[in-house]
Each structure stands twice: as C-alpha cells, then as structure tokens.
C-alpha cells in the first residue's frame, strides 16, 4: 500500500470528522449524511489496514480505527428512527461535537505527520531518480516504496503514530527527528470495588497483596482501587512484567498495567466517594465488572480498569471481586464460593444504586462469574423503581449449563433491558468444563453448540481467538475485535453492527464476529 494512499484516506477520516463536528455544532437538522460519510470513511481505513501492508503500519492504523469507534458508535445511532432510552437528541450532538473535537486533534499531526513526510520521501525519491535515470516507487513487498524511501525513518515515524493515538491529552515534547513529538505519561484509572475478600490485615502490604484468595469470611468489603495504564497501551492487552520460574520482575507503570493502590473504605466513605465521582460525570451510569475463575484480586482490578479504559467507558468504574482461590485446582471451590457471593453481589449493587444513586448500570460478567450475575438479576428489590436500571447485562463466555441458562434467562426476561452473550467454540476452560459434565453444552459455547434463544443477542467469536479476558480463557479483553463490538454494546447500538455477519440457524439467528 503506497504511503500516499494511506495519507489521503486518513486525510479523507479527517475531513469527515471536521464535517461531523460542523453539523452537531451548527444544530443541523439533517446530519446523517455527515455520519454516513464518517461511517463510510472509518469503515475503508478499517479495510485497508487488512489488506498488504508491513506490519507495523498495520499497527498503527489500526489504532486510530480503535480511536474512531466511538464515535462511529454514536454517529451510527443517528441512524436509528428511535433513540435508546439513555439518549435524547441533544446529549447526542454534544457527545458527538466533544468526539470529533478530541478525534480531530489527534488525527490533524498525523495527517501532517504523513503527508510532509510523503512530500520529503518524493523530492529524495526524485533526486535520486534523475541521478540513476529513472522512477520507481512500486511498493515493494512490505508495502515499502522501493526508491528514495528511508526504512529507518518509516518506523520512526510510525513510533511516534503509538504516541499520537494513545491519548487526546498530550503533551507536546520538541524533538529534532520528528517536529512535534507527543509524550504520553501512564494513565489511572480508579476503580471503586466491593469484595468477599478477607483483608490482608497488614497496612504495609502491597496493592496486589493487600486482599486474601479464598473463600474466607465472606463479608462485603468496600474500597478504592487505582490502576495505572502504560503509554503505549495496546488495546486489548494487560502488559505485564516477565516471569522467569518463579522469579517475577518489578512492574513498571511506564510499560505494564499496574495496581497501584488498593484502600479498604467504610460504607460511607466509600458512597460519598462515588458521589463525588458520579458529580463529575454527564450521566449517573456505572461499568461493573465480575470476573470468573482462577481470577486474583489485583487481577480483577487491573482487567476492570483496562476493560473501561480501552473501550472509552465514559462514566463510573466498578468491579465486584468474589473469593477465587486464583489457580486451576481451584476451580471446585470456587464453583461454591461464587455462588455463596450472590447475596453480596446484590448488596454490592443495591449500595451503587440506593445509596449513590446510579442510575444507570453496564454489568459486564465473565466465566464463573456469570453464575453470580445470574442470581443476582432474580433479585428485584435493589432495584428501588419499577423497571430494571440494568441497561446491559453482558455475559462473556459464561461457564454455566445451557439448559439451565436458558431458563435463568427465560425467567426474568424484564431485569436488563438487553441481553448479550458471547461464546466461542475454541475457549479451552469452556471445553474443558464441559467435558467433565459429560459433555452437555455450556452456554458459552461456539460453533455447532452455540446458545440462540429469544431475549438474547448471542455473538459466536470462535473466528477472533482461543481465549477470553486472559484470565484463564480470556478473547474478550484480548481482542481489539470484541472490545470495540462491547464498546457498541454499552453505548446502546442495536443490530446489525460493523464487523459482524448474520447466521441463521433453525432456532433463530445469531452474529458470528468477523476477525
């Protein structure tokens, strides 16, 4: 792919974006046509980075195709004849004029970036041309051009592409390489969380070590937790330090995600605290995580935060951290543990909800803690209104019996306004469970088991990978695929959604996420 195609395209993005920003800032009455050519642009640049390209500028592109999805997300509700419930007409525009603001900024250098590079390779390219008595700049293999193009300078410019798409709040840093070279410093997400944990009991411990695995007492535990993510984050991975046998490096905030604090609250020092968090959002909504087996509790924050940050979750962060033993052997307790940790689950929420005011909950459950999402959504009383403030239940990979899921669901068709499943036919502790049961089907399975059933939008994700959210079986978080379809997901987006095919099986149909 010529450089100068790559240019345009991403000149073409921006344009789009400019426009988009002109309509909502206008009050335009029509802007579909702006979000149409938006979608249109964001969706070939998307294409491309698929097709030959050297691998590090496919990298790249793909990163501003990440930081564009939001904003399709929501041009793509422009769409729609009726806006979701959580939506109306003007929090729309202003959400979207915000996007393309923050979108524009990052994107403008890059463009800059590329074309007055572009310019500078052809005038060399030119020279060199007359000297040797002709032109050449077919690509070569990698989708470099053969003639009067530095390598080493191609993949300088595309480290400093990391740093431009990393984050809108950058800092300008001066460089004699590259004019205008951004420097990202690590991100923190806080985390507010409810435990079954037993504390540590020791003040001195650190972060990851200040809650206990197992099931211990079992009593609720409120607290804080903040999660640093590195510049240079890649979506969809959890950067760790190398672990050589049993001996681990110390974590690095500037290249891994990292706990970086860990702080037990009382009740309500920790509901005042959400408060004042919620007053600095648009909307009273929450992201609440529940991890599944063989999950610590400094795993579980780290995933939560990551989770949130890398799919722009605009609003307040929580997870809910049930006693996992955090190894394989332990997977039977821990079947009984999760289910113990019910009760709490719903104290958990009935706290966000009651006593600080959530509004709006985005619950996002995983494996084995699906089952504990399952009990807690027959329970109505947290609620405190007539209709259920759950707007997304999201079950990914859920280790749980297919039978006795499709009744779960079936019995409380009214406790989310959407249900969403994720399964895959090449998650290795879905198989794995479902062999020891004498192989009856688990509901998040792919492929020929896969779970349709009224009431649910099931995605088959068997084509993107192996695992999901990389604790244990983990191509949900692992994914920049199934982040961005989660990130539709919580912004309300109906079906159909980019990068999913319809399948039609005779039960119904489902969607298939395309790799």
């Known amino acids: 792919m010529e450089q100068q195609k790559i240019a345009a395209q991403l000149r073409e993005l921006l344009d789009s974006i400019r426009d988009m920003q002109r309509a909502v800032r206008d009050a335009s009455d029509s802007p579909q046509s702006a979000a149409h050519a938006l979608i249109d642009f964001h969706e070939r640049l998307a294409a491309t980075c698929y097709g030959r390209l050297h691998y590090k500028t496919r990298i790249k592109l793909l990163r501003i195709v990440d930081q564009a999805t939001g904003l399709v997300a929501l041009c793509r509700l422009l769409e729609q004849p009726i806006l979701p419930d959580q939506f109306d ?59 009067g193009y530095s390598e080493h300078t191609h993949l300088q410019l595309l480290g400093n592409f990391e740093n431009l798409t990393t984050s809108p709040d950058s800092v300008k840093k001066p460089s004699k390489t590259i004019p205008h070279m951004l420097k990202i410093g690590p991100t923190e997400v806080p985390v507010y969380f409810g435990t079954t944990r037993d504390p540590s009991g020791n003040p001195k411990d650190k972060p990851a070590a200040r809650f206990l695995n197992g099931r211990g007492s079992g009593k609720l535990t409120f607290g804080r937790a903040l999660v640093s993510i590195p510049p240079g984050h890649r979506i969809g991975k959890l950067e760790q330090p190398l672990t050589i046998w049993k001996l681990r490096l110390k974590p690095n905030p500037e290249k891994h995600v990292v706990l970086r604090s860990a702080e037990p609250m009382g009740a309500k020092d920790w509901v005042s605290a959400v408060r004042e968090e919620l007053n600095g959002q648009r909307q009273n909504m929450a992201f609440v995580f529940i991890h599944g087996f063989n999950v610590t509790f400094c795993q579980a924050m780290m995933r939560a935060g990551q989770i949130a940050r890398d799919i722009g979750y605009d609003g ?52 084995m803690g699906c089952r504990a999402l399952l009990g807690a959504l027959k329970e109505t009383s947290w609620w405190n209104a007539p209709e259920t403030p759950v707007s997304e239940a999201v079950f990914a990979a859920p280790d749980v019996d297919a039978t006795l899921y499709r009744q779960s669901i079936a019995a409380m068709p009214r406790s989310a306004n959407r249900y969403t499943l994720y399964g895959s036919e090449r998650d290795w502790a879905i198989a794995v469970s479902r062999s020891i049961r004498k192989n009856h089907p688990r509901a998040g399975d792919g492929g020929n088991n896969i779970l349709v059933m009224n009431g649910v939008e099931t995605v088959d994700a068997t084509e993107v990978g192996e695992h999901l959210f990389g604790l244990g079986h983990s191509y949900i978080a692992d994914k920049r695929t199934i982040l961005g379809d ?6 309300g987006l109906p079906m159909p959604r980019f990068g999913l095919r319809e399948q039609t099986l005779q039960v119904g149909k489902y969607w298939a996420l395309l790799p």
């Not at 809910?320 to 958990?348: C, H, I, N, Q, R």
């Not at 009651?354 to 995983?366: L, N, P």
């Not at 989660?486 to 912004?491: D, H, P, T």
Request: proline share 4%; net charge negative.
């Open 89 to 147: 007409s003007q929090r729309l525009r202003d959400e979207l004029f915000i996007m393309c603001r923050n979108m524009a900024h990052v994107l403008e250098p890059v463009v800059d970036y590329y074309t007055r590079e572009r310019q500078h390779y052809d005038q060399d390219s030119s020279n060199a041309a007359r000297r040797m008595g002709k032109v050449d700049f077919l690509p070569n293999e990698r989708g470099v051009p053969q003639s």
């Open 316 to 367: 307040l962060v929580t997870a809910f951290s049930w006693g996992s033993e955090g190894t394989v052997a332990g997977y039977p307790a821990d079947e009984d543990t999760v289910l113990l940790a019910v009760p709490k689950l719903v104290e958990f929420l009935a706290k966000l909800r009651t006593d600080a005011g959530v509004e709006i909950f985005h619950i996002v459950a995983h494996s």
């Open 486 to 491: 989660l990130c539709a997901v919580l912004s």
